[in-house]
């Protein structure tokens, strides 16, 4: 079941949401559940990442919507953001909290259905493997979405996660069989990248969430034709 907060104060627009949502879930037969917050501090006042998309209003009593996401960020990188607003200059900021998609206002059907699908199918690539690793401290189990990218230095591995880097020893052959080849793809021959968290690539350099790492000549054309496959999946 996907679980959805809307964060909005305009009682005409939130019920435009609800049935909009109604009609969505229904006609694709899926079960959600959702929590209505009129303002931004509620919502974010004991906040718990229990939620896998939040639909969330700029012009916010209180708290602005943006400044809301920003807060929201520091406790939970992976919740799908996605902005519903008649303010669409900020969609360029949108990036800064790494939002899925903007809705402008009045909302209309067709538009909140392409991006609601969009974001069922970003939550469906993330959800589809738990992976047991080995470290130097036991047994890990890791999502696999919350894994950037793995490091592989002789016989040394760092799993770098969004929230702390594991280390522990094997090889290449051992780490690729356990990722996905969809959305995993080696960048060089030290890295293996989590496509979901590539921002941008320039020259032989891609940006994994916060971290440029280097693309080999060899393996560029792969990686890129690989990236392209991924982005298509999810749009």
């Not at 700029?58 to 607003?85: H, Y």
């Not at 130097?136 to 950037?148: A, H, W």
Request: glycine share 4%.
């Amino acid at each position: 079941m996907l679980n959805i907060a809307v964060v909005e104060d305009n009682f005409q627009d939130t019920e435009t949401l609800r049935s909009y949502m109604e009609k969505f879930f229904s006609e694709h037969h899926i079960e959600y559940g959702v929590v209505y917050f009129e303002s931004a501090i509620p919502f974010l006042a004991g906040y718990s990442a229990d939620f896998d998309i939040v639909f969330m209003d700029i012009e916010l009593p209180d708290l602005s919507g943006m400044d809301a996401a920003k807060m929201l960020r520091e406790s939970d990188k992976n919740v799908i953001l996605i902005f519903v607003t008649n303010m669409s200059n900020f969609a360029v900021k949108g990036y800064e909290v790494d939002a899925l998609d903007f809705i402008v206002k009045p909302v209309a059907y067709f538009s909140f259905s392409i991006k609601l699908d969009r974001a069922v199918k970003r939550l469906g690539n993330r959800r589809n493997k738990d992976i047991l690793i080995s470290v130097k401290e036991g047994n890990v189990c890791l999502k696999d979405f919350d894994i950037l990218y793995v490091e592989i230095m002789k016989h040394e591995i760092t799993w770098h996660t969004v929230r702390q880097n594991y280390r522990g020893y094997g090889s290449l052959k051992e780490v690729e069989p356990l990722l996905s080849q969809k959305k995993f793809v080696r960048c060089n021959r030290c890295y293996i990248v989590n496509l979901q968290y590539v921002k941008q690539i320039r020259d032989f350099d891609v940006l994994v969430g916060e971290e440029w790492l280097a693309v080999s000549h060899a393996r560029k054309k792969d990686f890129l034709r690989a990236l392209n496959e991924y982005i298509r999946s999810v749009d």
